[in-house]
């Protein structure tokens, strides 16, 4: 059943949030594009997936997979590019390792990341010439088809120990307004040149209608403080509008531009999530994200955190 309720008007028409009840998630897929250099964690990055690196114990990609499944989401599609074959083998069967350990209490280590093998599907496509975050997104596009999908950029680590996980509160948000949502934080100001950034009409105190988004801007120029991160849900028509899409000052084509021309010829919405986010492609976010989830997470649930954080999501 179908309600509609008037929450605003665009170019003369009437816009609606759209409540459906008794339907399954509409979103079965979750793209983690994974193919970049990882520039700024140089030198451990140099042969390993940044999207590897371990917070605590437990690589930067299966925290997403695991906020993925939490959501709904168990189509998982991965952008890898040159040297990030680790991401595969993550998400596979190791025999050898998994035999000598076998009956003994480290088999508990593994059994977050068995049940997101056994529960996911994981599809992969290369990203060849590493040409930005929207050329990453419609490399994937073969791998998505024509549906609303999630983006999760793994090296945004977002945890809510208060309640559902950050991508569980977009699916929701999609389920309620049918459009790209994009998860959005208050910055320091002096921090807005390394996102981009929104400025939009408040449907609510959480909820913006993008007006405007401007790829890292000077403090002097930023429209807002609200800075995009790393979770995104994309309805299809992007990929057409990324292929539109010219590459930007760096060369690199930018997701931003793409969800700009989305936000004028429709509606894009921004979400101030629920939850703590831990910028760990720079050193100082991950030293933050470490000592939170070692506080949080690992000194709490000391046999095995994967195990306790998958409770949470079975549960
Ligand atoms: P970032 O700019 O944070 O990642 O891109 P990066 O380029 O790997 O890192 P630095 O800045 O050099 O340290 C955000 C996300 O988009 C992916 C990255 O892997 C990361 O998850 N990405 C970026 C791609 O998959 N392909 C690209 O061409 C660029």
Redesign the pocket.
């Known amino acids: 059943m179908k309600f509609l309720e008037p929450i605003g008007r665009q170019a003369g028409q009437v816009l609606y949030l759209v409540s459906e009840f008794g339907m399954e998630s509409m979103i079965k897929k979750c793209l983690?594009?994974?193919?970049?250099?990882?520039?700024?964690?140089?030198p451990a990055?140099k042969s390993m997936p940044?999207?590897m690196l371990p917070v605590v114990d437990t690589p930067l990609i299966q925290y997403g997979v695991e906020e993925a499944l939490e959501a709904g989401l168990s189509e998982i599609a991965i952008?890898t590019?040159r040297g990030k074959r680790a991401l595969e083998d993550h998400f596979d069967i190791s025999y050898e390792l998994e035999h000598e350990i076998s009956n003994t209490g480290k088999e508990k280590s593994l059994s977050g990341v068995r049940q997101l093998i056994d529960e996911c599907t994981f599809s992969y496509t290369r990203?060849v010439?590493?040409?930005?975050?929207g050329?990453?997104i419609l490399?994937g596009r073969p791998l998505i088809g024509d549906e609303a999908f999630a983006v999760v950029?793994?090296?945004d680590l977002c945890l809510n120990l208060e309640g559902d996980g950050v991508l569980s509160q977009m699916v929701k948000l999609y389920e309620q307004f049918r459009c790209s949502i994009v998860a959005i934080q208050e910055v320091p100001m002096e921090d807005v040149s390394r996102y981009g950034v929104i400025a939009g009409e408040a449907l609510r105190d959480d909820i913006f209608r993008i007006e405007r988004m401007v790829e890292k801007p000077r403090p002097e120029d930023a429209p807002s403080n609200l800075a995009i991160i790393?979770r995104y849900i994309l309805t299809p028509d992007i990929f057409s509008l990324i292929e539109q899409t010219e590459p930007g000052k760096s060369g690199?084509i930018q997701i931003t531009d793409a969800l700009m021309k989305q936000a004028q010829q429709g509606c894009v919405l921004a979400y101030k999530f629920k939850g703590q986010r831990f910028d760990c492609?720079?050193a100082e976010g991950y030293v933050q994200a470490t000592n939170f989830c070692f506080e949080n997470r690992h000194r709490t649930h000391p046999v095995s955190a994967a195990n306790a954080r998958l409770k949470a999501v079975s549960a």
């Open positions: 983690f594009p994974a193919a970049g250099y990882g520039t700024r964690f140089l990055t940044k999207e952008v590019g990203q010439e590493m040409k930005g975050l050329h990453a490399t950029l793994a090296d790393g690199e492609g720079s």
